[in-house]
């Protein structure tokens, strides 16, 4: 059963232009989503959360934004750098679970 | 530089045996964490520990064992009966009782059937 699920394996953008990353989630009880970005061979790095109390939440270059009604949510990269070039995974608990579930990933190609 | 070490890097199983994958941490976590991670597919959780001496099974648990003996180490043994080992293994910590942390992960281990 996966609760929480990227639809689009792979996205492809020019450099300077945005990345928008989707996600969505079907356990109403997740309250908290995060965002890691994954180089090959190494393991995944925390970039940005948010919690179900917000709808935006900010921090440089990456903003995710969660749509609560929609069970959605979503990470916009502006502007993209070839350096952002990763495989992106979102995940979601329940505050008090630390049983995290994590999507099948999105790998992002930002062309220079 | 506080983090989390898995060893080995790339690990390979002959038919029928057992191994043991390392990970250890010394960012003074309470709760560690096991994941597989097949093509196409999320992370999938294996076993989890929120203390020492204490683990639960995730989602996959079958064909797996783990040990919880120190707080810094959480080795993971994939047994002969585990049919499809061949993934890419993550380990996870993070602090226990505080709401809402991030996950931190180690590089993974590659384990591949000879």
């Known amino acids: 059963d996966q609760q929480v699920k990227q639809n689009s394996p792979s996205l492809s953008v020019q450099e300077g232009r945005i990345s928008i990353l989707n996600c969505d989630y079907t356990?109403?009880?997740?309250?908290?989503f995060l965002w890691y970005k994954k180089y090959p061979a190494e393991g995944p790095t925390f970039l940005i959360s948010?919690?179900?109390?917000?709808d935006k939440n900010e921090d440089g270059r990456f903003t995710v934004f969660l749509n609560k009604s929609a069970k959605h949510l979503s990470l916009h990269i502006v502007p993209s750098q070839p350096g952002d070039s990763a495989v992106y995974f979102c995940?979601?608990?329940?505050?008090?679970?630390?049983?995290?579930?994590f999507g099948a990933g999105t790998r992002l190609t930002v062309k220079p | 530089d506080g983090g989390i070490t898995q060893s080995p890097k790339y690990l390979f199983r002959k038919e029928g045996q057992n191994v043991t994958l390392s990970c250890e941490q010394n960012?003074?976590?309470?709760?560690m964490y096991w994941y597989r991670q097949d093509p196409g597919q999320g992370l999938r959780l294996i076993y989890y520990?929120?203390?020492?001496?204490?683990?639960q099974k995730g989602d996959i648990a079958e064909g797996y064992s783990v040990s919880r003996e120190k707080k810094e180490s959480f080795p993971l043994t994939v047994t002969s009966a585990q049919k499809n080992p061949t993934a890419f293994y993550l380990c996870?910590?993070?602090?226990?009782?505080?709401?809402?942390?991030?996950?931190?992960f180690g590089d993974g281990t590659r384990l591949s059937i000879l």
């Open positions: 996870a910590s993070t602090s226990g009782g505080v709401r809402n942390q991030p996950q931190h």
């Open positions: 356990n109403s009880m997740f309250d908290y």
């Open positions: 948010i919690s179900s109390i917000k």
């Open positions: 995940a979601a608990s329940v505050w008090n679970n630390n049983d995290m579930r």
């Open positions: 960012l003074n976590h309470d709760a």
């Open positions: 520990s929120q203390i020492v001496n204490d683990f």
